[in-house]
């Protein structure tokens, strides 16, 4: 994918936070490209996660974006060694944005983390009351494909404890090139 697209990791910030009930993965989705003549096959996949407090807002005084990742490890692709991000951080109350920022972050390899954990929880300190709703997307993260099936996970991770996970796969056959151009939603 490419450009700067949702990946529902805004997610990092506010999905894994103690007190909040209802954590989904809302989408997983994958795109790709590559040489059809035998070059390497790229798929750059997003998702997108919410959570919602169980009642009133969002408390984001305890949290601490230095302690949150999207683990990419249970994916059965070779991640790219490093890939600059963003993760776009959305707030919402009673379905309506309130406030929303943008935080670089960077793949590397199996994982992806804020580039600067402090300004995220200034952000959302800031914010502190305002939501009900936080939403995450990961601008894009980098895979090698492969002929067969391929499997993408993402799962938030806190303090080591996994919050919430999804994935996406997709078969590419051995004589089409991959996934050269195709979109894999």
């Not at 999905?15 to 059809?36: D, I, N, P, Q, W």
């Not at 994916?75 to 490093?82: C, D, H, I, M, P």
Request: aromatic fraction near 10%.
């Amino acid at each position: 994918m490419n450009g700067k697209t949702w990946l529902g990791f805004a997610v990092l910030a506010g999905l894994a936070m103690v007190g909040c009930a209802g954590t989904r993965v809302k989408e997983v989705s994958c795109s790709g490209h590559g040489g059809s003549s035998g070059g390497v096959h790229q798929a750059q996949c997003r998702a997108t996660f919410e959570k919602s407090a169980a009642s009133g807002t969002l408390d984001f005084n305890t949290f601490d974006a230095a302690r949150v990742w999207i683990d990419l490890s249970e994916s059965n692709l070779v991640a790219k060694s490093y890939v600059a991000t963003s993760i776009n951080i959305v707030l919402r109350r009673h379905g309506a944005i309130v406030a929303s920022a943008n935080f670089p972050a960077t793949q590397q390899q199996y994982e992806v983390r804020f580039d600067n954990p402090p300004a995220v929880n200034s952000w959302l300190r800031g914010q502190n009351g305002m939501a009900d709703e936080v939403a995450g997307d990961v601008a894009s993260v980098g895979f090698f494909s492969k002929s067969g099936t391929n499997l993408v996970t993402f799962k938030i991770v806190y303090d080591g404890v996994v919050d919430v996970g999804g994935s996406r796969s997709w078969y590419s056959g051995a004589g089409d090139g991959g996934c050269d151009g195709c979109a894999l939603e």
